[in-house]
């Protein structure tokens, strides 16, 4: 059973030189069930790779605990974990062919030749690489190359696949077909997967799970819908969804007992009317600093049947992308980018009114960042 | 987890290793090398740890590594720099204790006893020989010796046995005239008496015993002689053993058997700041060795680049085949050019003269004039270095983009321009750490200098051995090895000067790479 | 004058200079050559020796095959090789064949170490040796010199004017090659090793059957660059090897050309022979070692 249980974990890089000690993971607990994907997310330096090199066995842990199927693998060495991991730039020996790579582990663990044979046939066979078998690993292209990484964990017969950004070093077609054929693997061979991704479409679109981390700490763990329409905190709001979701900072104020979300800003600052679920949210944070957020697929040009607000904004640069439009209109800090279902083309300052999701939108603690709820 | 065989194989592999090192260790301790054995045994022992402790596999792949390196880098260096504090030189060779045993070791012949000899042949190829000695104080004893083969290659005592005066010799002694031929494997034999006393050969008739000259006084080391009844002690500043006070063989202070090597602290360092005769050559080799280093780079570098830069142009044909010959120099072994070079500058009979005598009849002394000496020491080594410089330009060219030259050819440029406001200021921030390498390599060229010239024509009035176009290193050499005097510690303060110039040069070289590679 | 004449013109300049600068380089090789295949021991006659003046008794005499020599007074006489040039030359090859596989063992594993692992002070560890390494061997003679004398009264073989004593002193020069080594090392993802450990490879197993066969060309520069830098060491083998018939060739072609005994013909011959098979093997290597040496190593 590939459960991976994951307590306080914590990893300190040691000062060394003119580094200073750098804490990349700070105490962090996870919980992965058998058979899930789970996707570890985050921009670089956020301790996902850290982490997941820590499961594998390849950093050594600061303090905390891994459980991989209820063993404590913490002073195991990498073969003895019942792990397999794919790396971003493949790993292959290159002076090895494809069976010899695939069959290395096997031979170290002194396998009958039979069984090998068999492994790897199977293996080969998955990933519709029988044919190629001996050639070695500068013959092929990328993505071949790294099907025969995926093929060489699958021989092992992992209790759980770690992925290290496997996708990273293929171009944007083959990223596209190797996403596909990991999640279908994962449908074939039902164990669990742990992948790293610094792409949030390939967490989005692959995961059971996502995890999302920054700075060493877990910034929130659920499904990618959860994820997406109901993220804890402004990081997760950020971070998920292209484009990305639109983040101003402000007051809360009321106005003719209205309560008014008012963004802080010399000029052009952003005024939002508070109606329905979001007013009354927030009641009690008024007059304190907020941080407003609302995806570009919740504003539209006409109203929506509830919780909809107005606002009129000027158009600074649109992109005409045929089914829909991105608009950037002009805010006191920046720009509100809005996904419009428009058949015409929008000229540069021209002034439209917008009508604003609330039910979608959300508002956030400036100072501690996390959701109002 | 199973024991399989190769870990077995490297436990026995450590266990043969450590024993043969302790077994080492014990016969260095008992050749009374204390301080050796000592840290051979430190050394099994980390060893041992090492390779039999698990977390300290790091120190597995570097330990071979690092003791080599400490034997043969770190070891002599220091000890260089010991030397350079002592006066270690031909006439100060020994350690003291070699000194004392050596006049503890010194004999004289007793003038007073003598054992005549006769020597019988008894047999030939190889010729054997039996001796019968006589002792005049007791005549009635007779020595017998047993069949010697003469000449012997080691000295050797042979034992002596008491026989009749009237015994039968074994044949007819040998007249004077043919024990003459047998002199030189006379001076090797002696004979050890029944009652212990060894007696060497003293003459062509006589044997006679040797007795102790000195008689050490344990307590500061003194001496006396047992002849003249003198006294010397050592100088323990200077030393050497001086007499006490004036006798037959000299004044007081008079120095007295082999000197020993003693701590003689900054002497030698102050000696090349201060001393008249060896400040001058000092000063003059030194700057000869910049003049000589900065030049070959130069003059390889100017050579280098503009063939490097030549064979950048993609339209001319054969590159390949002139890059391949024009790095000849480089690719045959250095040693060979230099001495073919030696020879061709031959004055006499060498190939450059006699062209330059056809064409123009000039005979210049290459190696007896100091200017052309350099001259050609420069234009040699200009030869052997500019390939290199030439592999290393073509290299950093490669990275120089082609499109800056398209767009400086639109901007109305020419070959010339493009070479001083493009190229260069390019390539030579890369190039320049390779260049500072290049001088510090040729700073220390012994090679070239040693072999072609082997720092001739000697200056005049320098009280070491110095010559017009030696180098430090060359230089230091010569005082160590080749003059009479071999003066170690003398040549070790420069070598430690030397390197202290030298490690700093890298040192920044090293530095200045590192802020080019982090900015 | 049109664009195209002039670079014609340009490229028969740049010709004609190339020509005559190779011409310039090789002249002392075409000359050793030809001195080689000359009568007598003295600069004269022709670049290309013919009738008379041919003769192959350098060759002969290097080689070791008896030869007639005129001697100066007219009379002939029978010479066989004294000097054991090819003794020499194997002397060489094999001090340098084995200095330069223990270097690379030795600065192979150091570099594995420096490339591949924290410990303490390992920067400084790696900066000192490359700085340490500078301090020239001709200068640690005397130290070098009592070291072999006190090994070889301990170890017999491995002292004084013993090639095992030789082939130890070179060990010390390993600095610069960690360095090459460890730049190649760093240029190897980690995650190849990290995969064979995942695999089940020991850190041992690791090096040596993934690190180590994708290092091969490194390896081979290496090797190559050092078996030339020590063909050529002539300071520490002059010293150590005392006795004729075991000098190396670095030491054994200086004593053609001792003033008084100015043997030019016979120097020539033995330099064509050791110089040719060196030349060669690093011509045929030149693409490896430009590679290796434009990536900072310098020939010493």
Redesign the interface.
Known sequence: MGTVSIKNLDKTYPA??KNQAFRAVKSIDLEIPDGEFIVLVGPSGCGKSTTLRMV???EKITSGTIAIDGVIVNDL???DRG???V???Y?????FSLFENMA??LR??KTPKAEILRRVGNAAKILGLENILERKPAALSGGQRQRVAVG?AIV?DPKVFLF?EPLSNLDAKMRVQMRSEIAKLHARLGTTMIYVTHDQIEAMTMGDRICVMKDGEIMQVADPLTLYNQPDNVFVAGFIGSPPMNLFKGNLERREGRLFFHETAEADALFVPLTGRLAKLVADHEGKPVVFGIRPENISESPYATDSTPITATVELSEPMGSETNAYFKTGSGNLIARLHTERLLAMGDSLTLHLNLAKAHLFDATTEQIIR | MPRRWPTLLQHALIAALALALFYLSTRLFLGGETLIASGVLILTGLAIVIYAWERAYTWRYLFPGLVGFGLFVIFPLTYTVYISFTNYSSANLLRFEQVVNYLEGETHLSADTKYPFQAYQVGGEPATYVFILSNPASPEKRYRSETIPLPAAEPVVHPLRLVNADETPPGPALPLRDVIPLRSGLQKLSFKLPDDLVITNTSLRDFGPRLPTWQRDPQDDSFKNLITGESIRPDRNAGHYELVSDGPSGPAGQKIGPGFRSWIGWGNYVKIFTDKGIQGPFIKIFIWTVIFALGSVVCSLAVGMFLAVLLQWKELRFRKLYRTLLILPYAVPAFISILIFKGLFNQNFGEINLILNALFGLSPEWFADPLLAKIMILIVNTWLGFPYMMIVCTGILQSVPDTIYEASAIDGSNAVHDFFKLTLPLIFKPLFPLLVASFAFNFNNFLLIYLLTGGGPDMVGASTVAGQTDILVSYTFRIAFRDSAQNFGYASAIAAVIFILVAFISWWNLRQRETALSS | MKASTQERLKAAAAHTLLIGFIALILFPFLMVIAISFRRGNFALGALFPTGDDLSLEHWRYVLGIPYTETMPDGSMRTVKASTPVLQWFWNSLKVSTSASLLIILLSGTAAYAFARM?FVAR?TLLKSLLILQVFPMVLALVALYALLQLIGEFIPGFGLNTHPGLVLTYLGGIAIYIWMIKGYFDTI?V??E????????THF?AFVR?LL??SAPIFAVVFILSFISHISEYPVASVVLQTEGQWTLAVGAQSFLYEQNYLWGKFAATAVLSGLPITAMFLFCQRFLISGLTSGGVKE
């Not at chain 1, 790993?91 to 002076?95: K, M």
């Open positions: 060394s030189g594998a066995g390849l060495l990498p073969k792990i397999a991991m790396f971003q730039n790993a292959l020996y290159p002076h290395f582990g170290l663990a060489r092992r290290d | 924290q920067e993802p995650s190849i990290e995969s064979a450990k995942i695999d089940g490879a197993q993934i066969p994708m």
